[in-house]
């Protein structure tokens, strides 16, 4: 709570976050931008999409993020969508495409670099993203009609996500997402391959596949919310059919650790440096930009975050 306050003054007080852009018409159809102090050139921005176990995601989950990055010179873009019950799994589909549609037709009116567009996802939002950009590449193959492309976006970074849902199922029930509540945001159990990108991945031509964009998916090996064997198998599944695909595993993170309890301890970040080394990949002044930077403050003691651990659900 100490540190999340903290977050909390920063995101309603600081002049750095323009919050609640409307993207689109539904109540829900909101985000958040955090914006770098030096705006003198264009930023890489990234579209984020929170988790909360499609139940009680919030465009506010993504503050701490939103700050490490802009610190860093880069533009966060936070995404609000239809959580359960206003919507089912398809609506915050929808919501997350028609918000990344927005964010690339706007990306230069708020300072950012029509060509530096990555897209981000963190839990339940981790497969949401995933599910947007495979009906993306399905439509773009098939030479439908789009509101976006996806040759705007340069990488995709799934966090700590579950990519195969069929499988997820009884895990989740375990875990306390029962199952009939479960199968009710993923529209029937019938519904589950459509909404496993694993699976629509494997059924996927090899054309299709070459749309999609570079993809690092980053978890956890302590995750007991979704195991890291989720990450490893989509992983394999999108190389052998051709993907460009990098999986990072963090040795004894939970699901909360390398979003949460590593910004919080201020210091050095793993996960954000492995994000910026791809957004800056071609960038080495940005790069020694961002390795000059502040080193982020701790927000709470140690002892605090171990009594966290001991209470937490995820």
């Given at each position: 709570?100490?540190?999340?306050?903290?977050?909390?003054?920063?995101?309603?007080?600081?002049?750095?976050?323009?919050?609640?852009?409307?993207?689109?018409?539904?109540?829900?159809?909101?985000?958040?931008?955090?914006?770098?102090?030096?705006?003198?050139?264009?930023?890489?921005?990234?579209?984020f999409?929170?988790?909360?176990a499609?139940?009680?995601?919030?465009?506010?989950?993504?503050?701490?993020?939103?700050r490490?990055?802009?610190?860093?010179?880069?533009?966060?873009?936070?995404?609000?969508?239809?959580?359960?019950?206003?919507?089912?799994?398809?609506?915050?589909?929808?919501?997350?495409?028609?918000?990344?549609?927005?964010?690339?037709?706007?990306?230069?009116?708020?300072?950012?670099d029509?060509?530096k567009?990555?897209?981000?996802?963190?839990?339940?939002?981790?497969?949401?993203?995933?599910?947007?950009?495979?009906e993306?590449?399905?439509?773009?193959?098939?030479?439908?009609?789009?509101?976006?492309?996806?040759?705007?976006?340069?990488?995709?970074?799934?966090?700590?996500?579950?990519?195969?849902?069929?499988?997820?199922?009884?895990?989740?029930?375990?875990?306390?997402?029962?199952?009939?509540?479960?199968?009710?945001?993923?529209?029937?159990?019938e519904?589950?391959?459509?909404?496993?990108?694993?699976?629509?991945?494997?059924?996927l031509?090899?054309?299709?596949?070459?749309?999609?964009?570079?993809?690092v998916?980053?978890?956890?090996?302590?995750?007991?919310?979704?195991?890291?064997?989720?990450?490893?198998t989509?992983?394999?599944?999108?190389?052998?059919?051709?993907?460009?695909?990098?999986?990072?595993?963090?040795?004894?993170?939970?699901?909360?650790?390398?979003f949460?309890?590593?910004?919080?301890?201020?210091?050095?970040?793993?996960?954000?440096?492995?994000?910026?080394s791809?957004?800056?990949?071609?960038?080495?002044?940005?790069?020694?930009?961002?390795a000059?930077?502040?080193?982020?403050?701790?927000?709470?003691?140690?002892?605090?975050?171990?009594?966290?651990?001991?209470?937490?659900?995820?």
């Amino acid at each position: 709570m100490p540190g999340f306050i903290k977050v909390g003054y920063y995101y309603f007080f600081s002049s750095q976050v323009i919050r609640s852009v409307v993207y689109g018409e539904q109540p829900r159809n909101r985000l958040d931008l955090y914006m770098p102090r030096d705006n003198s050139k264009s930023s890489p921005v990234v579209a984020f999409v929170t988790g909360g176990a499609w139940i009680i995601g919030y465009k506010a989950w993504g503050a701490l993020l939103g700050r490490r990055l802009a610190e860093r010179g880069i533009i966060v873009a936070c995404i609000d969508y239809r959580n359960f019950p206003q919507g089912t799994i398809s609506d915050m589909v929808t919501d997350a495409s028609e918000a990344i549609s927005f964010i690339c037709k706007n990306v230069v009116s708020f300072g950012g670099d029509p060509d530096k567009i990555y897209l981000m996802g963190q839990s339940a939002g981790a497969h949401i993203a995933a599910c947007a950009l495979l009906e993306q590449a399905v439509k773009e193959s098939k030479g439908e009609s789009t509101y976006w492309n996806l040759a705007q976006i340069k990488a995709y970074f799934g966090l700590s996500g579950g990519y195969n849902i069929q499988n997820l199922v009884d895990h989740f029930h375990e875990r306390g997402l029962y199952r009939s509540i479960f199968l009710s945001i993923m529209e029937g159990e019938e519904s589950l391959p459509r909404f496993s990108p694993e699976i629509v991945a494997k059924k996927l031509s090899a054309e299709t596949i070459s749309l999609l964009p570079q993809i690092v998916l980053l978890h956890g090996t302590a995750d007991y919310s979704i195991p890291s064997s989720a990450s490893a198998t989509f992983a394999d599944v999108l190389k052998q059919a051709g993907g460009k695909v990098e999986l990072q595993l963090y040795e004894g993170k939970t699901h909360t650790d390398v979003f949460l309890q590593d910004p919080l301890r201020g210091g050095r970040d793993k996960m954000l440096e492995d994000v910026l080394s791809v957004i800056h990949v071609d960038d080495a002044s940005a790069r020694e930009k961002a390795a000059s930077a502040p080193t982020p403050e701790r927000l709470v003691y140690e002892w605090q975050i171990k009594l966290a651990r001991q209470i937490s659900p995820f």
